[in-house]
């Protein structure tokens, strides 16, 4: 970064913090050495698209780009006009184009443009920057109650409620008592604002917790402690090690000589090895830190680009089955506007009709339930406190409230993999060199061996010394055999310990660091203070091996390298060139001068594909790869080859012209160094393992059966996603992988999109790079083609596209989605799916923070799904249909008395009753099926196959709703035809009997409806009976007391109760007799 910002001096000094973005760093220790230019440069390859024409749907493309973008809107339906289009969704395009245009009039963005940071001096920035906080909370003290009270209506369901009463104020249009109306309502929205304060005051704690955390900021005065969230542009901070970087920085100064330090950026690519990085040269030179107070100057840096810092991301969530009952609750309006216009068909529309109409759809307006919201809500309450309280999935934390049944729906799975499916710990597995291998229960015989050449020469008395004498071979009785072994792993374990970027670092025991040139000079070289730190984990896995089996890497700068052999004695190499890994090569290589018998040696490794035609002929090499891949191994092969002092001077000359022209200077260097990469002596295979989280292989095969399909989106390389997604058994070995080739324009993606379109049940590997070009020109294809892989694997991902992954496939399928990731950049990927789980790992906890969901290891998604999701979505499916039920009979009763007396518009029940029939009467029995459960969590984590029925969303669907208003309107008539059929003579006793049968008819309902039995489930129908009974003592102004305690009451509401409830246990009884449910079959 501090290559693209130029610094310019003037009169004043310092260092400058930009304001916090969603991303942090970590800074390391200090460390040498800089990054080269790319090696390679690929050139573009015209292509003709004629050749293989693409034909992946039923339409054809034509060679004129323009077709290749406007190919989605050729699908689009024909337009809506005129009143058809504002009755069909206009009205809501018209009201949200309207708030947008007075949003935009009232909080007009601001342009962005380049800005001047003076160093130090906060207090001279020309324009007013944000603070350096981190906020995740939705409202403020202003709009905490305009935005819940927002959310709530606009729902169709609330809104309506709302609508009916506020109509109770006109007299003409009052039916009964205030209260019956806005009790209810005002009950629903004081749950909603106390759960929105909870989740709220909860999200407040978060941010606070981030944003206190101290740094040490250096003013004139030295340094002082301040908040994370008080940090202003210009201010010059003072990152410690380990310490992760507040905001986007400027690189001023190192405790370092050379001005490098390694930083680690896991929270902007997931990537979790360290990166090596120079300070801006000005400032590093500086003698001492507080100069940069002696200097005047300033930071001008470009305006704010979308790169890699950026993330997007949805701001709230409202879950598939809360649209679904929203669809639902549309429907039943419409059918409560017909069924009230009927009503006043009937009556010839006589009189004052239209007032009529309106108290019908008063009347009738309990087939829309208000208590809807309230059940659901609680009962998500309930899903998200049992997900936190199961002891199976320890540390599992529920950060949204308002989805837990969308666990219940998935389709896509997309994860991150560094730290995620893998734990970014490397493990050296295997060594081999050609006619013998060594596995991790024979790496004592490595130590054996390599013990042979350094066995005559001994570290002087008192432990300490200084230059070192040739390790030359020992005479030794051992066979020739034998002697050629040891060679062979000799020379291999030191070509490994030497060719890599790895640099160690040391510390005193107090915990200070310690410049690697004072640890020369005390020779200090004790294993206790040292840690090694690389560009990537595997470099370090293997210095560590090397450590292991007695040749250690000690020390290592900008131009030498001390190696401590297995006897104590010191080997000091010169480093001459050195070669980095770069994506086009393959591999990395160094060039060193050993200093005892100045041999030179060109030492080189890199991946099979890149060194196999330069090693000289074997006949091994590609099958004991391939035989490491499959265990999951990542492989490298490590060569060598000798040269001469005056080849190495021709090779220099060479390589310093071709660095110095100006024009193709990539090529030339790279056709330089290729001059050496001929007949290079094959040294050894080795294979490196990465971890993998606890059981993620078989969590990974559960999803699976299930029918999740799996897509890992990480920004790491091709060969290592690639090498993961083996092992992990995300692709599994009997599965091809298709490996898209790199694509620069639409020539390539059109070839490439053909080459795979060819391929049958294989799994899919693509870079970023060529997932942007071909989104540009076939989105539709590649998505299509994509989704019908049993796995796809995105390597090189910026956290931007992992969030158009899962847009795109939200568009394009339709089905749920669910993003899974432990860093920072996967936020943008967790907040655009439709559910997000975080994973609180080595990487913070800024993924966990914005997840809907936090859980401690990625097996516990496994039971996240199969148990609780799956029960979520059930248990609110029915719940749902259950209350719509609840209100559905009690319309369908009220229709019925009226009817029968004339059409009149004059309510069957009035007051308390109809406040305590959703409430005391029978919510308790109702809300009970939160409990309810079709088999049992270990069945469920048995059997994944029973999740795979609920992605088809048959347990709440029109044809499950429909089945649920015949239920309905034939128990709502059986109960009101039966009252007036049984009254003799007061009118107040079809009241008594029709009430009562219906409080009973809902409870059996309920018990009808449980599958397993719980103990609260049997105390809420026991305590409702009980309170329904005594209330009756009470209720003189509805029930006449005489009447109610006879025995005539007594049967003729039994006789009633029975005719409504008998037929539906007969029929549940027979259909699970001819068409049992899957579950049924796995219960004992």
């Not at 091709?718 to 091809?736: G, N, P, W």
Request: hydrophobic fraction near 40%.
């Amino acid at each position: 970064m501090a290559d693209l910002i130029p610094l310019y001096p003037v009169r004043g000094a310092s260092a400058a913090a930009n304001r916090r973005r969603a991303a942090y760093y970590s800074a390391a220790g200090p460390g040498p050495g800089a990054e080269r230019p790319s090696r390679y440069q690929l050139e573009d390859e015209s292509a003709h698209l004629d050749e293989m024409p693409l034909m992946m749907s039923e339409e054809g493309f034509e060679n004129d780009e323009s077709d290749y973008h406007t190919l989605p809107r050729a699908r689009i339906t024909r337009r809506k006009r005129g009143l058809e289009w504002f009755v069909c969704g206009g009205w809501k395009f018209l009201c949200t184009s309207c708030c947008d245009w007075l949003i935009n009039i009232c909080q007009r963005k601001r342009e962005l443009k380049a800005r001047t940071v003076w160093l130090g001096h906060p207090e001279k920035c020309e324009e007013k920057h944000p603070r350096n906080s981190i906020k995740n909370q939705k409202y403020n003290v202003f709009t905490f109650i305009p935005g819940v009270l927002y959310e709530q209506f606009k729902f169709f369901l609330n809104l309506y409620f709302l609508v009916v009463s506020c109509s109770q104020f006109v007299p003409a249009l009052k039916i009964g008592y205030l209260y019956t109306y806005w009790a209810p309502l005002g009950f629903v929205l004081a749950v909603t604002i106390m759960r929105e304060a909870i989740d709220e005051f909860r999200r407040f704690q978060r941010d606070k917790e981030v944003n206190s955390q101290l740094y040490s900021k250096l003013t004139i005065r030295g340094k002082v402690q301040v908040k994370s969230s008080d940090i202003q542009v210009g201010d010059l901070i003072i990152v410690e090690k380990n310490q992760r970087i507040p905001s986007d920085m400027v690189f001023l100064r190192t405790s370092e000589k050379a001005g490098s330090c390694f930083i680690r950026t896991d929270q902007l690519d997931g990537e979790t090895d360290w990166k090596l990085k120079v300070a801006v040269s000005c400032t590093q030179r500086l003698p001492a830190l507080g100069d940069l107070f002696s200097i005047r100057a300033y930071v001008y840096a470009q305006k704010p680009q979308l790169d890699i810092h950026s993330f997007e991301g949805t701001f709230t969530r409202v879950g598939l089955l809360d649209l679904e009952l929203n669809q639902l609750t549309k429907a039943l309006f419409g059918a409560l506007v017909a069924l009230s216009v009927i009503m006043v068909a009937l009556q010839g529309f006589a009189g004052p009709w239209q007032r009529n109409l309106f108290r019908f759809l008063l009347l009738l307006s309990y087939i829309i339930p208000i208590s809807l919201r309230v059940n659901l809500d609680m009962g998500k309450a309930t899903y998200g406190w049992m997900i936190m309280k199961d002891e199976s999935i320890p540390g599992t934390v529920v950060r949204t409230s308002t989805i837990p049944e969308e666990l219940g729906r998935l389709v896509y799975l997309l994860t991150d993999k560094t730290g995620t499916l893998t734990q970014n710990e490397m493990v050296f597995k295997r060594l081999h060199l050609g006619t013998v291998s060594y596995g991790a229960d024979t790496m004592d015989e490595i130590q054996t061996h390599l013990r042979n050449p350094y066995s005559q020469t001994q570290p002087p008395a008192g432990g300490h010394t200084s230059s070192a004498t040739p390790p030359r071979k020992a005479p030794s009785a051992a066979p020739k055999v034998r002697k050629s072994v040891s060679s062979r792993v000799h020379e291999a374990v030191k070509a490994i310990a030497l060719c890599h970027n790895v640099t160690p670092v040391y510390e005193h025991r107090a915990g200070a660091p310690v410049e690697a040139e004072d640890a020369e000079a005390d020779q200090d070289f004790s294993d206790g203070n040292r840690t090694y730190q690389a560009a990537s984990p595997d470099e370090v896995a293997l210095v560590q091996w090397t450590e292991s089996v007695g040749l250690t890497l000690v020390s290592r700068d900008l131009a030498s390298m001390r190696l401590r052999g297995p006897s104590g004695q010191l080997l000091t190499f010169s480093v001459l060139q050195t070669f980095p890994f770069t994506s086009e090569s393959k591999r990395m290589g160094v060039i060193v001068r050993d200093e005892s018998t100045a041999e030179i040696t060109f030492y080189m490794k890199g991946a099979d594909v890149a060194m196999s035609s330069i090693v000289q002929y074997n006949d091994w090499l590609e099958e004991e790869c391939g035989n490491m891949a499959r265990e999951g191994l990542r492989t490298l092969v490590v060569a060598k080859r000798a040269l001469t002092e005056e080849q190495y001077q021709d090779f220099e000359s060479r390589h310093s012209q071709a660095k110095l022209s100006t024009h193709d200077r990539a090529l030339k260097v790279a056709a330089v160094v290729e001059s050496l990469e001929r007949e290079m002596e094959l040294l050894c295979l080795t294979g490196v393992e990465d971890q993998l989280q606890a059981d993620v292989r078989p969590t990974l095969e559960m999803l699976r059966n299930a029918g999740i399909k799996i897509w890992m989106l990480t920004g790491d390389k091709l060969e290592t996603a690639t090498c993961i997604a083996k092992s992990s058994h995300l692709v599994s070995r009997s599965q091809d992988i298709h490996v898209f080739r790199p694509v620069t324009n639409r020539g390539e993606a059109h070839l490439e999109l053909n080459a795979f379109r060819r391929k049958h049940d294989c799994a899919l590997v693509i870079s970023g790079d060529s997932l942007e070009v071909c989104l540009k020109f076939y989105e539709h294809e590649l998505v299509e083609l994509a989704c019908q892989c049993p796995a796809v694997v995105c390597c090189r991902c910026s956290p931007t596209q992992k969030a158009h992954i899962v847009k795109l496939l939200q568009q394009h399928t339709g089905r749920r989605t669910c993003a899974i990731g432990d860093g920072g950049n996967d936020v943008s990927m967790i907040q655009m799916a439709d559910c997000g789980i975080g994973i609180e790992g080595k990487e913070g906890r800024q993924a966990s923070l914005a997840a809907d969901f936090s859980i401690t290891q990625f097996r516990h998604v496994g039971r996240l799904l199969m148990v609780h999701g799956r029960s979520s979505y059930k248990r609110s499916a029915a719940l749902g249909q259950f209350v719509m039920h609840r209100g559905l009979i009690i319309s369908t009763m009220q229709a019925v008395f009226s009817s029968v007396f004339y059409f009149a518009s004059v309510p069957l029940y009035q007051g308390f009753l109809m406040v305590g029939y959703a409430t005391l009467y029978t919510m308790f029995p109702v809300f009970s099926l939160v409990l309810d459960q079709d088999v049992k969590p270990e069945m469920a984590m048995l059997y994944p196959e029973l999740y795979k029925d609920l992605t088809k969303g048959r347990s709440l669907s029109f044809k499950t709703f429909l089945v649920w208003v015949l239920v309905s309107v034939y128990q709502g008539g059986i109960l009101m035809y039966g009252a007036l059929l049984l009254f003799e003579s007061e009118f107040v006793h079809v009241v008594a009997i029709s009430f009562t049968a219906l409080i009973l008819t809902e409870l059996l309902m309920v018990a009808l409806t449980v599958r397993t039995w719980h103990w609260l489930m049997v105390v809420a129908e026991v305590l409702s009976l009980g309170c329904y009974v005594a209330s009756l003592a009470f209720l003189n102004e509805y029930f006449d007391v005489a009447f109610i305690t006879s025995a005539t009451f007594v049967w003729k509401v039994s006789a009633v109760t029975a005719v409504s409830c008998l037929p539906l246990y007969a029929l549940k009884h027979l259909k699970r007799k001819l068409a049992p449910p899957s579950y049924s079959k796995l219960s004992p």
